[in-house]
């Protein structure tokens, strides 16, 4: 009982910190997980050690050793992320992939080996971090939120423009290519006694087959099964009989956990499953309700997780100056490889991509958001990546996420005419 009040009351406190933190970065039109990580960075190197241990009852260690608080606190955060990435497939309609178009495509493709390669090159240069610690780096740089993006475009009115279409389109082929690149990075840091070509060949494998059996079941069999329970349907209305209704939520959540578990199980993160979970119900999410239900449960879990973000983050390494340097380059590396990658990849799949239009393009795929900070987060919890370069991505996740959407405004207020200028009355 005492364990279960004490739980409890860390929660309440934790999550009433996260909505204020929320709440306040909102209101400067800034994303809220922002806020949410400063508390948590407030909460554990501002407010002090003996706030987070005698009060929260929160106690951590790079060594392992969590306390039973923390652990439960932990477990939320770890379940706020998988929900997290299943509203995301939910987004993700195949569909939408398979027609994406050359231009997504390319903007996609080369928007993920540019940041990979040079976050991979980096830290291997800098010398003091191995492989794996190196992939880590580059998976998280290959990360694309383009939710904050998207809000941009639709306060605008500009969702229907060339440049948009890109953008969404090759966000959503950003988001597969990233969990695949994810799979095969974490499949190669966990397998023990090294790696060599062959055991490569199976993660690879492994983590495309996963996928391909995931968006093939989402384009063929998901609507059969549609078709069966909408067929018995209106036989029973036919019958004259009330035709037994299924909560569509439970299934979803069912098949959610089931192909977390499935993908952990295999030697995948548990988030590569939620995700492909989520694009399973894509094409039926809005008439099934299943966004807005999915997002009550995410609003609430995800606030423990970005609190947990915030930490982990030890400040006391930005007092370093090799990590100041290593966290500008990163920086400035993630803004222009994605920059580059994504409005070179635009222009090869369409001509008529003007200067413009690249530059549009380039600056749409730039904030990486929370993706970043959920790949860095299992490699500072599988032990590959250090706290000191775990600090160094979520830096480069918060500060592109911020810097980004300004500049992206101003240019499509250079590009097009005064109508799609933001009045009060068109904000969402």
């Known amino acids: 009982m005492e364990l279960l009040l004490q739980v409890l009351f860390t929660m309440t406190v934790i999550f009433i910190m996260a909505r204020l933190g929320s709440t306040i970065f909102s209101r400067f039109g800034l994303p809220g997980l922002i806020g949410e990580i400063l508390m948590g960075i407030v909460i554990a190197n501002i407010a002090g050690g003996d706030f987070m241990r005698d009060v929260l ?6 060594e392992g050793f969590k306390s039973e608080v923390y652990t439960v606190i932990y477990m939320l955060a770890e379940l706020g992320v998988i929900f997290l990435l299943f509203s995301v497939g939910l987004e993700t309609k195949v569909k939408d992939l ?6 997504a495509f390319l903007c996609a493709l080369l928007g993920v080996i540019l940041p990979f390669v040079a976050g991979l090159a980096l830290v291997l ?8 610690a190196a992939m880590f780096m580059g998976a998280a740089m290959v990360a694309t939120s383009v ?24 966000a959503v082929i950003d988001d597969v290519l990233g969990m695949i690149v994810l799979a095969i990075v974490q499949g190669m840091a966990t397998s023990e006694g090294g790696i060599d070509i062959m055991d490569l060949v199976i993660i690879i494998l492994k983590a495309v087959l996963f996928v391909v059996i995931a968006i093939g079941a989402a384009k063929y069999l998901v609507p059969k099964i549609y078709t069966f329970f909408d067929n018995r349907k209106r036989a029973a209305r036919a019958a004259g009989k009330i035709p037994y209704t299924y909560n569509k939520l439970i299934i979803a959540i069912i098949v959610c956990l ?5 993908a952990e199980f295999i030697g995948l993160a548990a988030i590569i499953g939620a995700f492909l979970a989520g694009m399973l119900f894509a094409d039926h999410a809005w008439e099934w309700e299943l966004e807005h239900k999915v997002e009550a449960i995410t609003s609430f879990m995800i606030s423990f997780f970005f609190v947990n973000v915030g930490l982990m983050v030890d400040i006391s390494s930005l007092t370093d100056v090799s990590v100041i340097i290593l966290v500008v380059i990163v920086i400035l590396l993630a803004m222009l490889t994605k920059f580059v990658g994504c409005g070179f990849g635009a222009k090869l799949g369409d001509k008529s991509i003007d200067k413009s239009s690249f530059s549009i393009i380039g600056v749409g795929m730039m904030p990486r958001g929370e993706v970043g900070i959920i790949i860095a987060s299992i490699g500072l919890n599988a032990g590959v990546m250090s706290g000191d370069l775990y600090t160094v ?13 300004p500049i992206l405004s101003l240019l499509f207020k250079k590009k097009y005419t005064e109508q799609y200028e933001i009045v009060p009355e068109d904000r969402i």
């Open 57 to 62: 009852m929160i106690d951590f260690n790079s």
């Open 98 to 103: 398979l027609e994406s178009g050359k231009a």
């Open 125 to 132: 240069a800098v010398g003091d971090y191995d492989m794996n």
């Open 147 to 170: 939710g904050i993006t998207a809000r941009i475009i639709k306060d605008m009115r500009l969702m229907d423009v060339k440049e948009s279409r890109i953008i969404i389109a090759a």
């Open 258 to 262: 089931g192909m977390a578990c499935l």
């Open 393 to 405: 991505v979520v830096m480069m996740s918060v500060l592109t996420t911020i810097i980004a959407p």
